[in-house]
């Protein structure tokens, strides 16, 4: 069985930047997709980037462009989301995820395999 383990969250500073890890074990053949989501108070879980960890490809939801940064590191068995400039609107709970392919619009119907997930709170 797939485990995924998040570290990296915390409090900061508007303009600040903040990187997240996600550890996976076990079946780890079983990664091809990694992405991260992320959930906000009274808020819809939305996905904000994904990576394939074969060919590095990327995907990143609008709301983010730009600002984040989706890496794996496939001896670590680890990936990583790098977020800069960071904004009170991007205070929420943080997961990452594994699917068998990465659907193009972030939606988490095909992701079976969550962390427990790591607080980030943008605040001044």
């Known amino acids: 069985r797939l485990q995924l383990v998040e570290s990296g969250g915390g409090s900061v500073q508007p303009g600040g930047s903040l990187r997240l890890s996600c550890a996976a074990s076990?079946?780890?053949?079983?990664?091809?997709?990694m992405a991260w989501f992320r959930q906000a108070p009274g808020k819809q879980r939305e996905g904000i980037a994904s990576?394939?960890?074969?060919?590095?490809?990327?995907n990143y939801a609008a709301s983010v462009q730009g600002r984040v940064t989706i890496s794996h590191d496939n001896a670590r068995n680890t990936v990583y989301l790098q977020m800069d400039s960071l904004k009170p609107e991007d205070t929420a709970m943080y997961y990452c995820?594994?699917?068998?392919?990465?659907?193009?619009?972030?939606?988490?119907?095909?992701?079976?395999?969550w962390g427990q997930g790591t607080q980030v709170t943008v605040s001044s």
């Open positions: 990576i394939y960890a074969d060919d590095g490809t990327t």
């Open positions: 076990g079946a780890t053949w079983s990664l091809r997709c």
């Open positions: 995820a594994a699917a068998p392919i990465c659907p193009t619009n972030l939606a988490e119907d095909l992701f079976g395999y």
